[in-house]
């Protein structure tokens, strides 16, 4: 189902985005209802417009190659392609680089965000959210940000998201690309370090830090702060056996 949204097409790249116009939000759950609720709920914000909706994760993958939404906010259990496998084709797609997936469900298992993680999502929080809850995630993960706390990110990076001890790092060349300082800003993001946090740290300005961790992402190809610690983790930057601090 594709909504009608004045004044506003579809999102071309980050770079192509008019900041003044609503953030573009396509819904997929198979609950009707509950995408009725979550619709009315995100249309009554002004920065927010739903544009489209999906019963399933093909429908889903379909209407975002579409709409090129700036958000999709996806259930992870639907019938046929489920949230996580839609989550993964359309983070895979270089056409909806721009696009980021927000994973809203009732199980909130250290397993399911791992797996959201790996398929590309840029945040994770179940249905019991509170309106000015889901409204702040959506423009949270919209602005290239990670919606998981810190502790969040370092149990889930110990627990899942690590190479395992006896497999070699993945592209580990990917990491010449980097600076030495901007290596280690990477390591402590990986930490679950926000960016006060490592500005505190290293005795810089989050301004500071924050520049040095776009930097990094730009060279990595990382799609936001998420696809980062994956990254991180993938390529031996930080190993898995490490205690996050």
């Known amino acids: 189902m594709i909504h009608d949204t004045p004044g506003d097409g579809p999102n071309t790249g980050e770079a192509a985005r008019d900041d003044a116009a609503p953030l573009r939000v396509l819904l997929a759950d198979d609950q009707a209802l509950l995408r009725g609720a979550f619709r009315t709920l995100l249309d009554s914000a002004d920065d927010i417009a739903v544009v489209g909706e999906a019963g399933d994760g093909r429908e889903a993958v379909a209407l975002a190659r579409k709409l090129r939404p700036d958000v999709v906010i996806t259930d992870i259990r639907m019938p046929g392609t489920d949230g996580l496998a839609a989550t993964a084709e359309i983070c895979a797609d270089p056409d909806l680089r721009a696009t980021r997936v927000l994973i809203l469900t009732t199980y909130e298992t250290d ?135």
Not at 133 to 149: E, F, H, K, Q, Y
Not at 186 to 212: C, Q
């Open 111 to 245: 397993e399911y965000i791992a797996q959201a993680l790996r398929a590309g999502a840029s945040g994770f929080i179940g249905k019991g959210i509170e309106a000015q809850g889901l409204l702040d995630a959506v423009r949270t993960i919209a602005n290239g940000d990670t919606l998981l706390s810190p502790a969040a990110t370092r149990s889930l990076v110990a627990r899942f998201l690590a190479t395992p001890s006896d497999s070699p790092p993945r592209h580990p060349e990917r990491l010449a690309a980097l600076t030495p300082r901007e290596r280690e800003m990477v390591a402590l993001v990986a930490t679950g370090l926000s960016n006060v946090e490592i500005a505190d740290r290293m005795y810089l300005s989050p301004f500071t830090v924050r520049a040095h961790v776009q930097r990094a992402m730009s060279k990595l190809d990382a799609r936001d702060r998420a696809h980062l610690v994956v990254i991180a983790y993938q390529t031996g930057l930080v190993a898995g056996t490490e205690s996050p601090s």
